[in-house]
T-cell receptor
Framework: GENVGLHLPTLSVQEGDNSIINCAYS??????FIWYKQESGKGPQFIID?????DKRQGQRVTVLLNKTVKHLSLQIAATQPGDSAVYFC??????????FGKGTTLSVSS | NAGVTQTPKFQVLKTGQSMTLQCAQD?????MYWYRQDPGMGLRLIYY???????DKGEVPNGYNVSRLNKREFSLRLESAAPSQTSVYFC??????????????FGSGTRLTVV
């Protein structure tokens, strides 16, 4: 089946920088997207979501951008902190049944 | 504020043994899910239950069975464990409505090793 993919498996940034994590999806019928954060030894935690009728949504220090033309999703983290170090997954909803997850990007923040 | 509770947290099985992974949620969610997570593979859907009384196969259902015991509980059973089933298993729940699936709440995972 079609899966959500991520452009880079790892991303290293300095504390205080802005981070951008990218994700490409292949199913143009997907109508709901989520970003999750997973810290070592824990289950994924919800960060932010966006529906296909929007192209941008902002949370606290995070912004999700959706470009349906090129089927691209990104997560922007402002003023990245060491506590942001984790694996980040994007997920899409196909056919309203269950979320399909990408392979994840490991974000490393150095101080 | 328990959310989604998975038991056990760790388990070692011998090839051919059986076991059941338990999952319970206290958020009155309709939908529940089982995923497995392997290095470099992300999370892959094993089975899901859109509502009490229904279950459906996901991407990787072979070697597993599930039971939606009631609205709160969704168990995953390995009838004859194989080394390829060594993985971290996550249960999740969500309030899925007519407009689709909403964000999941995940449990903390069960780390299973089959030797």
């Amino acid at each position: 089946g079609e899966n959500v993919g991520l452009h880079l498996p790892t991303l290293s940034v300095q504390e205080g920088d802005n981070s951008i994590i990218n994700c490409a999806y292949s199913n143009s019928a997907s109508d709901y997207f989520i970003w999750y954060k997973q810290e070592s030894g824990k289950g994924p935690q919800f960060i932010i979501d966006i529906r296909s009728n929007m192209d941008k949504r902002q949370g606290q220090r995070v912004t999700v951008l959706l470009n349906k033309t090129v089927k691209h999703l990104s997560l922007q983290i402002a003023a990245t902190q060491p506590g942001d170090s984790a694996v980040y997954f994007c997920a899409e909803n196909q056919a309203g049944t269950a979320l399909i997850f990408g392979k994840g990007t490991t974000l490393s923040v150095s101080s | 504020n328990a959310g989604v509770t998975q038991t056990p947290k760790f388990q070692v099985l011998k090839t051919g043994q059986s076991m059941t992974l338990q999952c319970a949620q206290d958020m009155n969610h309709n939908s529940m899910y089982w995923y497995r997570q392997d290095p470099g593979m992300g999370l892959r859907l094993i089975y899901y239950s859109a509502s009490e009384g229904t279950t459906d196969k996901g991407e990787v259902p072979n070697g597993y069975n599930v039971s939606r015991l009631n609205k709160r509980e969704f168990s995953l059973r390995l009838e004859s464990a194989a080394p390829s089933q060594t993985s971290v298993y996550f249960c999740a729940s969500s309030e899925a409505g007519q407009t689709g699936v909403y964000g999941y709440t995940f449990g903390s995972g069960t780390r299973l090793t089959v030797v």
